[in-house]
């Protein structure tokens, strides 16, 4: 298990990364601000997020992740405001830190363009000296120091929406960091490095008569010298107070997703994702919990439900 860690590391710090470097979220509709800063403000509430995640249970070294996020209208909700802070943990390595957003927001008259910025830091910790490489004798210089580094980054995105449709273009991170230790370089001269993610994001509300509504999504995750992959979603709403839905990550796993708006303040979700790949049968799946709470709500700044 130490060795497939290993790997996993490798392949998560180098050019031929084969999956995103940042966190992955099944409900990336409810922790937008995660990878879009354009949409800070955009609830027209002072909000705040928390999720949980838990990757690949039962797993060795298996991901676990940790946000929370505020955001906020400021100046007559034409611009907005957010901050998170994140904590990822996988194996051997562990990457936390914080940034602030912040939105332009041009209102149209029924819809909402905004342009937005974020920056902050990053701390990256990877312990590779503690790894048993067994007694095959010599030096492996690629665990012979550990990593301890801080990196300063920022991103942009734009993000538009009405009352049933979002969309949502983004790169958090445009700095390509240099990741440093004594295993930077590798025998192809390929160096380690923090790379650009783009994501696209879109979704709908159609009505299915009074007490019903379907609300399909996707996100597009695209980074270099990986594969494309695409969350695929659809959720039923049931008298805009519960939803049940379903997930498809190509090429990667399916998921059950379940929504409750408790009251106009606090919703929560939950989510469930099983591998689709031969990685099922060393793990019990992966669990996602999503808490948000809105401070001083008032019935007349909100028109209708929220769904996104």
């Given at each position: 298990?130490?060795?497939?860690?290993?790997?996993?590391?490798?392949?998560l710090s180098s050019?031929?990364?084969?999956?995103?470097?940042?966190?992955?979220?099944?409900?990336?509709?409810?922790?937008?601000?995660?990878?879009?800063?354009?949409?800070?403000?955009?609830?027209?509430?002072?909000?705040?997020?928390?999720?949980?995640?838990?990757?690949?249970?039962?797993?060795?070294?298996?991901?676990?992740t940790q946000t929370?996020?505020?955001?906020?209208?400021?100046?007559?909700?034409?611009?907005?405001?957010?901050?998170?802070?994140?904590?990822?943990?996988?194996?051997?390595?562990?990457?936390?830190?914080?940034?602030?957003?912040?939105?332009?927001?041009?209102?149209?008259?029924?819809?909402?363009?905004?342009?937005?910025?974020?920056?902050?830091?990053?701390?990256?910790?990877?312990?590779?000296?503690?790894?048993?490489?067994?007694?095959?004798?010599?030096?492996?210089?690629?665990?012979?120091?550990?990593?301890?580094?801080?990196?300063?980054?920022?991103?942009?995105?734009?993000?538009?929406?009405?009352?049933?449709?979002?969309?949502?273009?983004?790169?958090?991170?445009?700095?390509?960091?240099?990741?440093?230790?004594?295993?930077?370089?590798?025998?192809?001269?390929?160096?380690?490095?923090?790379?650009?993610?783009?994501?696209?994001?879109?979704?709908?509300?159609?009505?299915?008569?009074?007490?019903?509504?379907?609300?399909?999504?996707?996100?597009?995750?695209?980074?270099?010298?990986?594969?494309?992959?695409?969350?695929?979603?659809?959720?039923?709403?049931?008298?805009?107070?519960?939803?049940?839905?379903?997930?498809?990550?190509?090429?990667?796993?399916?998921?059950?997703?379940?929504?409750?708006?408790?009251?106009?303040?606090?919703?929560?979700?939950?989510?469930?994702?099983?591998?689709?790949?031969?990685?099922?049968?060393?793990?019990?799946?992966?669990?996602?919990?999503?808490?948000?709470?809105?401070?001083?709500?008032?019935?007349?700044?909100?028109?209708?439900?929220?769904?996104?």
């Amino acid at each position: 298990m130490k060795r497939i860690v290993v790997i996993l590391y490798v392949l998560l710090s180098s050019l031929c990364v084969m999956g995103q470097q940042d966190a992955m979220y099944s409900q990336y509709m409810f922790n937008t601000l995660a990878i879009n800063p354009a949409y800070a403000g955009s609830r027209n509430v002072l909000s705040a997020t928390a999720l949980l995640r838990s990757q690949w249970v039962g797993m060795d070294g298996a991901p676990e992740t940790q946000t929370i996020s505020f955001d906020m209208p400021l100046r007559n909700e034409k611009l907005g405001l957010g901050v998170q802070a994140f904590n990822d943990h996988i194996g051997i390595t562990n990457l936390s830190g914080g940034f602030a957003s912040f939105a332009y927001r041009i209102f149209m008259e029924k819809s909402t363009l905004s342009f937005g910025l974020q920056g902050g830091a990053s701390h990256l910790k990877a312990d590779l000296r503690s790894v048993d490489l067994g007694n095959q004798g010599g030096v492996d210089m690629a665990f012979l120091q550990n990593i301890n580094q801080v990196f300063l980054n920022f991103g942009t995105g734009v993000y538009f929406n009405t009352d049933r449709f979002y969309l949502g273009i983004s790169v958090p991170h445009l700095l390509n960091n240099r990741i440093n230790n004594n295993s930077e370089i590798t025998s192809n001269g390929q160096v380690a490095r923090q790379y650009m993610h783009l994501f696209v994001a879109s979704g709908y509300v159609f009505n299915l008569g009074e007490d019903f509504k379907i609300k399909p999504s996707f996100l597009f995750k695209g980074i270099q010298g990986a594969p494309i992959q695409v969350d695929l979603n659809t959720s039923l709403w049931i008298k805009d107070v519960f939803s049940v839905g379903v997930q498809y990550r190509t090429n990667a796993a399916i998921a059950a997703m379940l929504e409750v708006q408790i009251n106009p303040q606090i919703r929560m979700g939950y989510s469930y994702d099983r591998s689709v790949t031969k990685l099922a049968n060393f793990n019990s799946g992966s669990h996602e919990v999503m808490l948000r709470y809105e401070f001083g709500f008032q019935k007349d700044k909100v028109l209708s439900p929220r769904y996104f």
